[in-house]
């Protein structure tokens, strides 16, 4: 560990530490359970982040990002249906929430719902035009229901605001090889590879016979 890395995992715990002196006084606060809980997912304390927030809503349950971030942390735990419904319970109370919608997306994706991943990284898209693993989402989906083109404009929108982003990278040589333009899917495969894209063996094998 670097001392720069040293003096941030010390200014983490002394911020932990004063939150939970905080909280001891003042047990009732939403804003410093859901500060704690922020903390604790930063350091990979899941549990206690899940505690936490639970706490907050409790003290708050108008408090929308606290569900954002329950949702994200039951997806870390592989509990698809938990972060599904702590997303949608952010929504119900703010139906605003970019990140919401992106989560959805992306937990709709990893349970096969590929209709309901596009329709939720859109509404994410729609909310924060920016927002890359919304974009990368529909990438894949598209990709999953033989919607190609949608999937390479998708992935270029991606690079357009970051060109060292890999997934995209892996997607567009995904894409270009299902049309049969294997130049441009070598060419992509090589850009995720060299930006550090985690290829299975057997699959880079194949890729590898494209030289």
């Not at 990438?139 to 919607?147: E, F, K, M, S």
Request: proline fraction near 4%.
């Amino acid at each position: 560990m670097t001392t720069q890395q040293n003096e941030v995992e010390t200014q983490l715990k002394d911020y932990i530490r004063y939150l939970k002196e905080r909280v001891f006084f003042e047990p009732r606060s939403a804003t410093l359970h859901y500060n704690l809980g922020l903390a604790y997912a930063r350091k990979g304390l899941t549990e206690d982040a899940v505690s936490e927030f639970k706490q907050a809503l409790e003290c708050d349950p108008t408090l929308a990002q606290a569900h954002v971030n329950l949702g994200g942390l039951y997806f870390q735990k592989g509990s698809l249906d938990e972060c599904i419904e702590a997303n949608r319970k952010a929504l119900e109370l703010d139906p605003n929430l970019p990140m919401a919608h992106s989560n959805l997306g992306f937990a709709y994706l990893q349970q096969g719902d590929y209709a309901k991943a596009i329709e939720s990284s859109k509404q994410a898209i729609e909310l924060m035009p920016e927002l890359m693993q919304a974009y990368n989402t529909l990438a894949v989906a598209y990709l999953r229901t033989n919607q190609i083109q949608a999937s390479i404009d998708a992935s270029r929108k991606i690079l357009e605001l970051n060109d060292r982003f890999a997934p995209a990278h892996y997607n567009l040589a995904v894409a270009h090889r299902m049309t049969g333009d294997q130049q441009k899917a070598k060419e992509h495969y090589d850009s995720a590879i060299a930006l550090g894209y985690p290829v299975d063996p057997e699959i880079r094998a194949e890729w590898d016979e494209l030289e």
